[in-house]
């Protein structure tokens, strides 16, 4: 079993619309959680972290955090074309060395 | 500017030639990671280390080396490097729980 799996996609919505991520993980102990953005042949980077249960916003983007059922999702409201990209959910463990990193979720806005 | 700095941004070179990738951080981080990404299979990791001479394997560090002799730098050696190498290379850094910072990445070819 993976540490973090997400949904490869590809997701399209049409501009405007909420765009909905999600990533699941196996490990209970997880204590910090990552999304990012990675537009092609670019380097990741951060949009949110979170770190306890429930909702965090910040501008168009809300994170979401359940460790009961062990997922974390990431909302995008009035989705862009220029959000179009490869999101990346990452998880770290309590008293663990490493970050895990999902496989990404390809996203794409239809103008 | 809080930055990692990776060079080169490209690499081509022939198998069997002995190679390096630099990386440098200005943030004074302790931790630093080097990850290659492939398509289809995510960011994958391949060395890193929690503090000055203190490196440890990741998930694929079959061909590589590194060393951490400074804090800033953490360079990713290549002494044989062979076709199934050629990635895009990212170093990241980061301090406890905080979001790893990550390079511009390095797109390695060998032919």
């Known amino acids: 079993q993976k540490e973090v799996e997400q949904n490869s996609g590809p997701l399209s919505v049409p501009e405007g619309a909420i765009a909905s991520l999600n990533c699941t993980y196996s490990?209970?102990?997880?204590?910090?959680f990552f999304w990012y953005r990675q537009y092609s042949g670019k380097s990741p980077e951060l949009i949110m972290s979170?770190?306890?249960?429930g909702d965090k916003e910040d501008g168009r983007f809300t994170a979401q955090l359940n460790k009961a059922s062990q997922y974390v999702s990431l909302l995008i409201r009035d989705s862009q074309p220029s959000d179009s990209a490869t999101y990346l959910c990452?998880?770290?463990?309590?008293?663990?060395?490493?970050?895990?990193f999902g496989t990404g979720t390809r996203l794409t806005v239809i103008p | 500017e809080a930055q990692v700095t990776q060079n080169p941004r490209y690499l081509i070179t022939v198998t069997g030639k002995k190679l390096t990738v630099t990386c440098s951080q200005n943030?004074?981080?302790?931790?630093m990671s080097w990850y290659r990404q492939d398509p289809g299979l995510g960011l994958r990791q391949i060395y890193y280390?929690?503090?000055?001479?203190?490196?440890d394997k990741g998930d694929v560090p079959e061909g590589y080396k590194v060393s951490r002799k400074e804090k800033r730098n953490f360079p990713l050696i290549l002494e044989s490097p062979s076709p199934n190498q050629t990635s895009l290379y990212f170093c990241?850094?980061?301090?406890?729980?905080?979001?790893?910072?990550f390079g511009n990445g390095t797109r390695l070819t060998v032919t």
């Open positions: 490990d209970r102990g997880s204590q910090s």
């Open positions: 280390s929690m503090n000055v001479e203190v490196t």
């Open positions: 979170i770190y306890s249960n």
């Open positions: 990452a998880v770290k463990s309590s008293g663990a060395n490493n970050l895990f």
């Open positions: 990241a850094s980061s301090r406890g729980d905080s979001p790893l910072h």
């Open positions: 943030m004074n981080h302790e931790y």
